[in-house]
């Protein structure tokens, strides 16, 4: 990313700074050369049309350039690659908590390998902070009530900054921590360390224990949707719309159940707004994901079909 | 200095026709209302920038050390308030717009001189409420209020901030409105449309921006009130509300509001260059019609303050191009005025290196504008010092040196004093280093990553030495400020007499007598000429329309 966003910078460095050359030439060549002389009077000059479109035809299309070029840098650095390591960020009033997908929970510092691509899947606790490592030239709000994601590679192994950028009350410039790129290998011996098992298994204990697989049963059965297969599908809602079921769409699904409900399902569900923390709706989305993720793609094409099925089967069960 | 004083009977003028503190307080007269803001305005950027020096101070050492962080918190915030919306909002035209609207296209005063006076009361009631509330404890919210941090998490206060910004808005939206009327209904005969100076323009085009963008921050405010006060749940995701609605609504008054503060002074600008190049301005046509398209494209662009808030990216998409197109017009602009230049005879009066100055700053502003609209640099450069530096160099760098321009422009006419000429050019130069010195250095710290609204440094010590660079050039610019301020004070008791037209300026403003009578003008004017007809002036071709017995 930082090669494209500074390619860039130095393509916007030479033109602004051709078009600050040119105004300055004039202005000063002329304040010199056309400066008060006894005798001599200004010379009428209304305008000229052809000039006006010129000094507003190729600003525009210079304009443009720059637009295109700064969208197709923006489009690569906002769309995660597949298969990218996730990471769940929580911010709150004034730390960054991450939590590996694998388990390590982390606090104002975030180690990754080298090389791979890592997606952060954030939300905040309190107020809107904003992720932002310089060195990878990378940024997103991290805002409460919703998740963002934001993502990034790492080419070099060191340690670089990581600051809040959304002021967030009295100690917003203490809320700095470190992203820590290491080796492959250096990665795999940290990992070892201090894990208590994956995320996603964290979920499913979290799952079990609020009983949500009383209704969400992994047949056809339930009151409510079977879970298997269904995340980063397109789900149909009650209402007739189709919403894709991502990160976002699990959690408003726990907090606000009403919200989309599922074709062929009632709105039984009641509300967790309050009865989960944040990093237990990370780890019951890092749970449902996994039930889509059980194989490269096997279960993923073979869980569609079970996902129709269910639905239909539920408005059976009205 | 006796002979300065020698003038044994001054002419009757808006001045000296009353005294007594109820003569001021009660006017209706346009010219002492613009003065009563002036006065007003001036306590408040003094207040802003003494925050400003305090700012600078403690960021001169990466450790927090000056102020706690509380404080600083507050200082910035209260610096971004003060400034945005008690002085800059209002300094140019309630202060210039106000005195010389009228006068430039020959009405006795402005279409409801009362409203008028009524938006200076509504301005001091909103300034005292936000003193009140500075000397109370103060907010901590940043001038931008947002939401959830401002509507549940801080406990300072926002509510009374809040009202004093809704009042003091009201107070802009009068003068928008009494423009507007006044512009349509009281020109002078023969002062038709195209006719009109480009400092009218700016004006019309700043008007609808008052008048359509200031009732929506007026419900922001009061929507914030109504979360933190009854947990509406508008705002706050606990409560069911959207955070980002509330940066829709914010930037929708908020981004237009710099085309408030800049476009005035590219009125100003355009007065002063024609002047000082003895030549009309190069596309007058251009330079009008560029007005208005600023005003209505600046519409359109607010949420390119949001792209890394958690937008769409097709949003994003919509508002970088829509940015661009807001771009065209300043660039118009600014070839025109360079345009203007050739083959004039130029003068370098104060008020024309003021307008110098606003031409480099505002340039690199608009230009450092262009990397922050490119979606894929502005995710790097927002929230850091590199978005600090580029609206310092518009509202600052911009509006301001157009203001001070402006006010040693117009200053013999207000005074019926002349400043000392010297120490002008000397102010001008001192603002344009200082405040060069203050931020480019910002515009690198940004690029290498330093968040704004930090006030300890120390995880990042590397960037001290750009952070001193900014302390000293604001120490410098801070004195460039107070200049004027003390010759200007010092003229209007020991300055020479000014003539009714010491630069031989084309504007109807200028036919009047220095300082002008309570109406105006003695008989109302009638306009033959066009607009800078500086050609005619300077070959005796035009004469000179006495409208003063």
Not at chain 1, 127 to 144: E, G, L, N, T
Not at chain 2, 229 to 235: A, M, N, P, Q, V
């Given at each position: 990313?930082?090669?494209?966003?500074?390619a860039?910078?130095?393509f916007?460095?030479?033109?602004?700074?051709?078009?600050?050359?040119?105004?300055?030439?004039c202005?000063?060549?002329?304040a010199?050369?056309y400066r008060?002389?006894?005798?001599?009077?200004?010379?009428?000059?209304?305008?000229?049309?052809?000039?006006?479109?010129?000094?507003?035809?190729?600003?525009?299309?210079?304009?443009?350039?720059?637009?295109?070029?700064?969208?197709?840098?923006?489009?690569?650095?906002?769309?995660?690659?597949?298969?990218?390591?996730?990471v769940?960020?929580?911010a709150?009033q004034?730390?960054?908590k991450?939590?590996?997908?694998?388990?390590?929970?982390?606090?104002?510092?975030?180690?990754?390998?080298?090389g791979?691509?890592v997606?952060?899947?954030?939300?905040?606790?309190?107020?809107?902070?904003?992720?932002?490592?310089?060195?990878?030239r990378?940024k997103?709000?991290?805002?409460?009530?919703?998740?963002?994601?934001?993502?990034?590679?790492?080419?070099k192994?060191?340690?670089?900054?990581?600051?809040c950028?959304?002021?967030?009350?009295?100690?917003?410039?203490?809320?700095?921590?470190?992203?820590?790129?290491m080796?492959?290998?250096?990665y795999e011996?940290?990992?070892?360390?201090?894990?208590?098992?994956?995320?996603?298994?964290?979920?499913?204990?979290?799952?079990?224990?609020?009983g949500?697989?009383?209704?969400?049963?992994?047949?056809?059965?339930?009151?409510g949707?079977?879970?298997?297969?269904?995340?980063?599908?397109?789900?149909?809602?009650?209402?007739?719309?189709?919403?894709?079921?991502?990160?976002?769409?699990?959690?408003?699904?726990?907090?606000?159940?009403?919200?989309?409900?599922?074709?062929g399902?009632?709105p039984?569900?009641p509300?967790?707004?309050?009865?989960?923390?944040?990093?237990?709706?990370?780890?019951l989305?890092?749970?449902?994901?996994?039930?889509?993720?059980?194989?490269?793609?096997?279960?993923?094409?073979?869980?569609?079909?079970?996902?129709?099925?269910?639905?239909?089967?539920?408005?059976?069960?009205e | 200095?006796?002979?300065?004083?020698a003038?044994p009977?001054?002419?009757?003028?808006?001045?000296?026709?009353?005294?007594?503190?109820?003569?001021?307080?009660?006017?209706?007269?346009?010219k002492?209302?613009a003065?009563?803001?002036?006065?007003?305005?001036?306590?408040?950027?003094?207040?802003?920038?003494?925050?400003?020096?305090?700012?600078?101070?403690?960021?001169?050492?990466?450790?927090?050390?000056?102020?706690?962080a509380?404080?600083?918190?507050?200082?910035?915030?209260?610096?971004?308030?003060?400034?945005?919306?008690?002085?800059?909002?209002?300094?140019?035209?309630?202060?210039?717009?106000n005195?010389?609207?009228?006068m430039?296209?020959?009405?006795?005063?402005?279409?409801?001189?009362?409203?008028?006076?009524?938006?200076?009361?509504?301005?001091?009631?909103?300034?005292?409420?936000?003193?009140?509330?500075?000397?109370?404890g103060?907010?901590?919210?940043?001038?931008?209020?947002?939401?959830?941090?401002?509507?549940?998490y801080?406990?300072?206060k926002?509510?009374?901030?809040?009202?004093a910004?809704?009042?003091?808005?009201?107070?802009?939206?009068?003068?928008?409105?009494?423009?507007?009327?006044?512009?349509?209904?009281?020109?002078?005969p023969?002062?038709?449309?195209s006719?009109?100076?480009?400092?009218?323009?700016?004006?019309?085009?700043?008007?609808?921006i008052?008048i359509?963008?200031?009732?929506?921050?007026?419900?922001?405010?009061?929507?914030?009130?109504?979360?933190?006060?009854?947990?509406?749940?508008?705002?706050?995701?606990?409560?069911?509300?959207?955070?980002?609605?509330f940066?829709?609504?914010?930037?929708?008054?908020?981004?237009?509001?710099?085309y408030?503060?800049?476009?005035?002074?590219?009125?100003?600008?355009?007065?002063?260059?024609?002047?000082?190049?003895?030549?009309?301005?190069f596309?007058?046509?251009?330079?009008?019609i560029?007005?208005?398209?600023?005003?209505v494209?600046?519409?359109?662009?607010?949420?390119h303050?949001?792209?890394?808030?958690?937008?769409?990216?097709?949003a994003?998409?919509i508002?970088?191009?829509?940015?661009?197109s807001?771009?065209?017009p300043?660039?118009?602009?600014?070839f025109?005025?360079?345009?203007?230049?050739y083959?004039?005879?130029?003068?370098?009066d104060?008020p024309?290196?003021?307008?110098?100055?606003?031409l480099?700053?505002?340039?690199?502003?608009?230009?450092?504008g262009?990397?922050?609209?490119?979606?894929?640099?502005?995710?790097?450069?927002?929230?850091?010092?590199?978005?600090v530096?580029?609206?310092?160099?518009?509202?600052?760098?911009?509006?301001?040196?157009g203001y001070l321009?402006?006010?040693?422009?117009?200053?013999?006419?207000?005074?019926?004093?002349?400043?000392?000429?010297?120490?002008?050019?000397?102010?001008a130069?001192?603002?344009?280093?200082?405040?060069?010195?203050?931020?480019?250095?910002?515009?690198?710290l940004?690029?290498?990553?330093?968040?704004?609204?930090?006030?300890d440094?120390?995880?990042?010590?590397?960037?001290?030495?750009?952070?001193?660079?900014?302390?000293a050039?604001?120490?410098?610019?801070?004195?460039?400020?107070?200049?004027p301020?003390?010759?200007?004070?010092?003229s209007?008791?020991?300055?020479?007499?000014?003539?009714?037209?010491?630069?031989?300026?084309?504007?109807?403003?200028?036919?009047?007598?220095?300082?002008?009578t309570?109406?105006?003008f003695?008989?109302?004017?009638v306009?033959?000429?066009?607009?800078?007809?500086?050609?005619?002036i300077d070959?005796?071709?035009?004469?000179e329309v006495h409208?003063?017995?």
């Amino acid at each position: 990313m930082a090669g494209n966003v500074d390619a860039l910078y130095i393509f916007l460095l030479i033109v602004t700074g051709m078009m600050t050359l040119l105004v300055f030439t004039c202005v000063i060549y002329f304040a010199a050369r056309y400066r008060k002389q006894k005798g001599v009077l200004a010379e009428k000059i209304e305008g000229s049309i052809p000039l006006e479109v010129t000094w507003s035809i190729i600003p525009f299309f210079v304009f443009m350039a720059i637009f295109l070029w700064g969208a197709v840098v923006y489009f690569k650095g906002r769309t995660p690659p597949r298969d990218s390591t996730e990471v769940y960020v929580v911010a709150k009033q004034w730390m960054w908590k991450l939590e590996h997908a694998e388990g390590q929970r982390e606090i104002n510092q975030l180690h990754v390998p080298v090389g791979k691509d890592v997606k952060l899947i954030m939300t905040s606790q309190d107020v809107i902070h904003s992720f932002f490592v310089p060195a990878f030239r990378m940024k997103q709000d991290v805002v409460p009530g919703r998740y963002t994601v934001a993502w990034f590679r790492a080419t070099k192994p060191g340690t670089y900054h990581l600051f809040c950028a959304e002021y967030c009350g009295t100690q917003h410039s203490g809320m700095v921590g470190d992203i820590v790129v290491m080796d492959p290998a250096q990665y795999e011996a940290w990992m070892g360390g201090g894990s208590t098992g994956p995320l996603s298994a964290t979920g499913e204990k979290v799952f079990a224990e609020l009983g949500c697989a009383t209704c969400h049963r992994t047949d056809t059965q339930g009151r409510g949707p079977n879970l298997q297969g269904v995340f980063g599908k397109p789900v149909l809602l009650e209402d007739g719309r189709t919403v894709t079921a991502d990160e976002n769409y699990v959690r408003e699904s726990i907090l606000e159940p009403g919200a989309k409900v599922v074709s062929g399902f009632k709105p039984v569900m009641p509300t967790f707004q309050g009865l989960v923390s944040e990093e237990q709706l990370n780890a019951l989305v890092a749970y449902v994901k996994s039930l889509s993720n059980a194989g490269p793609t096997g279960p993923k094409t073979a869980s569609a079909p079970q996902n129709a099925p269910a639905a239909s089967k539920g408005t059976q069960v009205e | 200095m006796s002979t300065a004083l020698a003038q044994p009977v001054e002419r009757e003028n808006y001045l000296n026709k009353h005294y007594g503190v109820g003569s001021w307080l009660f006017t209706t007269d346009h010219k002492r209302i613009a003065l009563l803001y002036l006065i007003s305005i001036t306590f408040f950027f003094f207040i802003g920038g003494f925050f400003a020096l305090l700012i600078r101070l403690e960021l001169l050492t990466p450790a927090g050390d000056l102020v706690q962080a509380d404080t600083y918190n507050k200082l910035f915030t209260m610096h971004g308030m003060v400034m945005v919306f008690f002085f800059l909002i209002p300094s140019i035209p309630a202060v210039l717009g106000n005195f010389l609207v009228p006068m430039m296209i020959g009405a006795k005063d402005l279409a409801f001189p009362r409203i008028n006076l009524l938006s200076w009361y509504l301005y001091v009631i909103g300034g005292v409420m936000m003193l009140h509330c500075m000397l109370t404890g103060g907010v901590d919210t940043g001038w931008t209020f947002y939401a959830p941090f401002s509507t549940e998490y801080t406990n300072t206060k926002i509510v009374e901030a809040g009202l004093a910004i809704f009042v003091a808005g009201f107070s802009s939206i009068l003068t928008g409105l009494n423009f507007i009327v006044t512009i349509h209904r009281m020109r002078a005969p023969g002062m038709t449309w195209s006719r009109l100076p480009l400092f009218i323009w700016a004006h019309y085009a700043t008007s609808i921006i008052q008048i359509l963008g200031t009732p929506v921050i007026a419900i922001t405010i009061v929507l914030v009130a109504a979360e933190r006060t009854l947990h509406l749940g508008i705002f706050d995701p606990k409560l069911g509300g959207d955070p980002l609605l509330f940066q829709h609504l914010f930037w929708f008054y908020s981004h237009p509001a710099v085309y408030i503060m800049i476009l005035p002074s590219m009125g100003v600008v355009s007065e002063v260059i024609a002047c000082f190049a003895r030549k009309r301005i190069f596309g007058y046509s251009f330079v009008a019609i560029s007005s208005i398209a600023i005003a209505v494209f600046g519409f359109l662009v607010w949420a390119h303050h949001m792209f890394v808030a958690g937008i769409s990216v097709y949003a994003a998409l919509i508002f970088s191009l829509l940015s661009y197109s807001v771009a065209v017009p300043s660039a118009v602009k600014v070839f025109n005025w360079t345009a203007t230049l050739y083959k004039g005879s130029i003068h370098y009066d104060a008020p024309m290196l003021y307008a110098f100055g606003f031409l480099g700053l505002f340039t690199i502003g608009g230009l450092t504008g262009l990397f922050l609209a490119a979606l894929g640099i502005n995710v790097h450069v927002t929230d850091t010092y590199f978005v600090v530096a580029h609206f310092h160099y518009i509202m600052v760098g911009g509006a301001l040196m157009g203001y001070l321009g402006g006010m040693h422009f117009w200053w013999p006419k207000i005074s019926g004093r002349l400043y000392p000429e010297g120490w002008a050019r000397l102010a001008a130069l001192i603002v344009f280093v200082g405040f060069n010195l203050t931020f480019f250095p910002q515009f690198v710290l940004g690029y290498l990553g330093m968040p704004r609204r930090y006030y300890d440094y120390s995880h990042m010590p590397e960037f001290q030495v750009l952070n001193v660079l900014s302390t000293a050039g604001a120490t410098i610019l801070g004195i460039g400020y107070l200049l004027p301020m003390i010759y200007f004070l010092w003229s209007m008791r020991y300055g020479k007499p000014a003539p009714d037209n010491p630069w031989n300026a084309a504007g109807l403003e200028w036919q009047t007598q220095s300082p002008p009578t309570t109406f105006n003008f003695d008989q109302e004017p009638v306009v033959t000429w066009e607009a800078y007809n500086y050609d005619e002036i300077d070959a005796g071709h035009r004469e000179e329309v006495h409208v003063v017995g």
